[in-house]
């Protein structure tokens, strides 16, 4: 009896050794004289954390401004896009709503990605109010954004302002 329990220590510590020097979920290589251990291909016990299983995506938008308005006494027309790919499409998008929206000579104004924007305008001169150029503000938020275009637009035209418009193309996550 002693002997079969001898044996079966003797084969039971054999087991506890397979993986020789390494950890559990490793592997040794190299030969003697230069040893190491490499983690094992799809083994689950590993107590390191997993890596991002995706990826961040920019997304653009760009507003656009006819500069024949004023020429022509007419009210600006203005084209807007969001959450677009690239610069490039978020410009044409904002190109082609300003023409559509009666302008001649639309030009992008602003472009931004990751964040917000607004547009505050100063009361009309038919309302009274002085006129002039929207004024144009991006910010890590809608709110910052509002908040900025109307205090610049109220600062340099010493009347009170409206927003006109304001949105977000924040970034997206894209799971692999």
């Known amino acids: 009896m002693r002997r079969i329990a001898a044996l079966l220590m003797i084969a039971l510590s054999f087991g506890a050794y397979a993986e020789g ?3 559990p979920g490793q592997y040794p290589v190299g030969d003697q004289n230069a040893g190491g251990c490499a983690p094992i291909p799809g083994y689950g016990g590993g107590s ?3 890596g991002a299983s995706g990826e961040w995506l920019t997304r653009w938008g760009a507003i656009a401004e006819d500069f024949s308005a004023h020429e022509r006494g007419v009210a600006t027309a203005t084209g807007v896009a969001e959450s677009r790919r690239s610069k490039r499409e978020a410009g044409k998008v904002a190109v082609d709503q300003c ?3 009666g302008g001649l000579k639309c030009k992008v104004v602003a472009s931004y990605y990751n964040q917000c924007i607004a547009i505050a305008d100063p009361k009309p001169k038919s ?3 002085p006129g002039g150029k929207s004024n144009i503000f991006s910010a890590v938020s809608e709110d910052r ?5 109307l205090r610049i637009c ?6 009170q302002c ?4 304001s949105a977000c193309s924040m970034s997206e ?3 692999f």
Do not use: W
């Open 21 to 23: 020097r390494c950890p």
């Open 48 to 50: 390191g954390s997993q």
């Open 99 to 101: 023409q559509k929206a």
């Open 127 to 129: 309302q009274g109010g």
């Open 145 to 149: 954004a509002r908040s900025e275009a």
């Open 154 to 159: 109220g600062e340099g035209s010493g009347s």
């Open 162 to 165: 409206t927003v006109a418009y």
């Open 173 to 175: 996550f894209r799971k």
